[in-house]
């Protein structure tokens, strides 16, 4: 089991928050601080850390290159809500970077990037519907929250709100796919392309790739019927590759929204993509009706955008995919190795960077797949883990450049240990 945080602190937090967390991870444990591929709680307990914030830190903790680049900007000022010079230069860094992206509009959160990429679409073409993919994770916004995890499996493409508060009529805004099905996402493309303002997509699907061909079917079909499509890249963004998903996988979107890496660990996002959408960002170049009024006090952040740039030019040095590819491979083959001598039905998803395990027996192609899952048995084997010193999320290990060939070898026994305490 897992031993509470300090008392006095997890008392508190039972009291003054809902739930006694943040929302996004068990109360039980409180980081006190991280380094490299390392964090301890506030027990002292040491972890080898997979969750990384929920990704951003992939240069690992407190990167000395990185923590210079924001105290020295922290020294000169916080916030300003003008242009900073740092803002503007991360901005010319993604467009250089990205392929898709002609010019960069930047926000707080990936909830926000992916709203407003959804509201651009729907600007640039006049028309309301969203199209997304069941299991599919764009943020918290109302558009967002539905299908993404539904308890149980609605029929396409009728949308399922996961969250209290949305109003009704939003369902009738969504319109739900299969992913991984293209001949589903040209069926329903066609049928609503007159209403149809965007598709979004996440190119890698939580832990699931795309299967050979997809994104090259959806990109054609949505060219084809002039609806722009959204790449939600807000985790994959300079993770996958340096130029994202879009250069790992080799499709180019209409538009893209970034987050985590391009923060280094502190709160920034982006809207980027084709310059005549990105354009209803610019009142000077549309009408009064057509333009997309976005204002955010953090947006462009100095503080971030130093960071940002620090954990970029760290990624752009020879070797560093090579180095967070071959980690990945690594951890993913061994796991998947010790499962299948252990007799446990396993299917090892992802891609090297980010990637978890599946407790089945069928291969995992879609939302619906993970639900064939055994939930209880993750549930387990990840608590093990917490209790062996491995801090993961619920579902995904994300790599780090800081993961060292020590912390590969801690993470081995303790899946040794944890997958022998499975089967007992």
Same mark, same amino acid.
């Given at each position: 089991?897992?031993?509470?945080?300090?008392?006095?602190?997890?008392?508190?937090?039972?009291?003054?928050?809902?739930?006694?967390?943040?929302?996004?991870?068990?109360?039980?444990?409180?980081?006190?601080?991280?380094?490299a591929?390392?964090?301890?709680?506030?027990?002292?307990?040491?972890?080898?850390?997979?969750?990384?914030?929920?990704?951003?830190?992939?240069?690992?903790?407190?990167?000395?290159?990185?923590?210079?680049?924001?105290?020295?900007?922290?020294?000169?000022?916080?916030?300003?809500?003008? /242009?900073?010079?740092?803002?503007?230069?991360?901005?010319?860094?993604?467009?250089?970077?990205?392929?898709?992206?002609?010019?960069?509009r930047?926000?707080?959160?990936?909830?926000?990037?992916?709203?407003?990429?959804?509201?651009?679409?729907?600007?640039?073409?006049?028309?309301?519907?969203?199209?997304?993919?069941e299991?599919?994770?764009h943020?918290?916004?109302d558009?967002?929250?539905?299908?993404?995890?539904?308890?149980r499996?609605?029929?396409?493409?009728?949308?399922?709100?996961?969250?209290?508060?949305?109003?009704?009529?939003?369902?009738?805004?969504?319109?739900?796919?299969?992913?991984?099905?293209?001949?589903?996402?040209?069926?329903?493309?066609?049928?609503?392309?007159?209403?149809?303002?965007?598709?979004?997509?996440?190119?890698?699907?939580?832990?699931i790739?795309?299967?050979?061909?997809?994104?090259?079917?959806?990109?054609?079909?949505?060219?084809?019927?002039?609806?722009?499509?959204?790449?939600?890249?807000?985790?994959?963004?300079?993770?996958?590759?340096?130029?994202?998903?879009?250069?790992?996988?080799?499709?180019?979107?209409?538009?893209?929204?970034?987050?985590?890496?391009i923060?280094?660990?502190?709160?920034?996002?982006?809207i980027?993509?084709?310059?005549?959408i990105?354009?209803?960002?610019?009142?000077?170049?549309?009408?009064?009706?057509?333009?997309?009024?976005?204002?955010?006090?953090?947006?462009?952040?100095?503080?971030?955008?130093?960071?940002?740039?620090?954990?970029?030019?760290?990624?752009?040095?020879?070797?560093?995919y090579?180095?967070?590819?071959?980690?990945?491979?690594?951890?993913?083959?061994?796991?998947?190795?010790?499962?299948?001598?252990?007799?446990?039905?396993?299917?090892?998803?992802?891609?090297?960077?980010?990637?978890?395990?599946?407790?089945?027996?069928?291969?995992?192609?879609?939302?619906?797949?993970?639900?064939?899952?055994?939930?209880?048995?993750?549930?387990?084997?990840?608590?093990?883990?917490?209790?062996?010193?491995?801090?993961?999320?619920?579902?995904?290990?994300y790599?780090?450049?800081?993961?060292?060939?020590? /912390?590969?070898?801690?993470?081995?026994?303790?899946?040794?240990?944890?997958?022998?305490?499975?089967?007992?």
């Open positions: 089991m897992d031993t509470p945080a300090d008392k006095d602190i997890f008392e508190t937090a039972k009291r003054v928050l809902p739930g006694g967390t943040f929302g996004n991870f068990t109360a039980e444990i409180v980081i006190r601080e991280g380094k591929g390392r964090v301890w709680d506030e027990n002292g307990k040491e972890y080898v850390d997979y969750l990384l914030g929920s990704g951003p830190m992939l240069v690992g903790h407190a990167h000395p290159e990185v923590t210079e680049a924001a105290q020295a900007q922290i020294a000169r000022g916080t916030t300003f809500f003008a /242009n900073n010079r740092l803002g503007i230069e991360l901005a010319e860094a993604i467009v250089d970077a990205v392929p898709c992206a002609e010019q960069v930047f926000v707080s959160s990936g909830t926000e990037a992916d709203l407003y990429a959804m509201r651009a679409a729907r600007a640039f073409t006049r028309r309301d519907k969203i199209l997304k993919f299991g599919g994770y943020g918290m916004s558009y967002s929250l539905m299908s993404l995890a539904p308890r499996s609605g029929n396409f493409p009728q949308a399922v709100p996961d969250s209290a508060g949305i109003p009704k009529s939003v369902r009738d805004e969504v319109i739900v796919a299969p992913f991984n099905d293209a001949d589903a996402v040209a069926g329903l493309v066609r049928d609503h392309k007159d209403e149809l303002a965007g598709v979004i997509v996440e190119p890698f699907q939580r832990i790739p795309p299967a050979p061909g997809f994104l090259e079917a959806v990109r054609k079909i949505t060219a084809d019927n002039g609806v722009p499509l959204i790449f939600d890249e807000v985790v994959t963004g300079f993770r996958l590759a340096y130029g994202g998903a879009q250069e790992y996988y080799g499709v180019v979107p209409d538009l893209c929204t970034l987050g985590k890496v923060g280094g660990g502190f709160p920034l996002a982006a980027t993509g084709r310059a005549e990105m354009a209803h960002f610019d009142r000077d170049k549309v009408d009064d009706e057509n333009f997309l009024v976005q204002i955010g006090t953090l947006s462009g952040n100095p503080v971030a955008a130093a960071a940002g740039l620090a954990t970029m030019a760290i990624l752009r040095r020879p070797g560093a090579e180095q967070l590819h071959a980690t990945g491979r690594e951890l993913m083959g061994i796991l998947g190795e010790l499962l299948k001598s252990a007799g446990i039905a396993a299917q090892i998803s992802g891609e090297p960077p980010l990637w978890d395990v599946v407790f089945t027996d069928e291969p995992v192609h879609d939302y619906r797949g993970t639900l064939r899952g055994d939930a209880e048995l993750m549930r387990r084997f990840n608590a093990l883990l917490r209790e062996r010193g491995i801090l993961k999320g619920e579902s995904k290990y790599i780090s450049l800081a993961h060292t060939a020590e /912390n590969v070898s801690f993470t081995i026994d303790a899946w040794k240990s944890a997958i022998k305490e499975l089967k007992a």
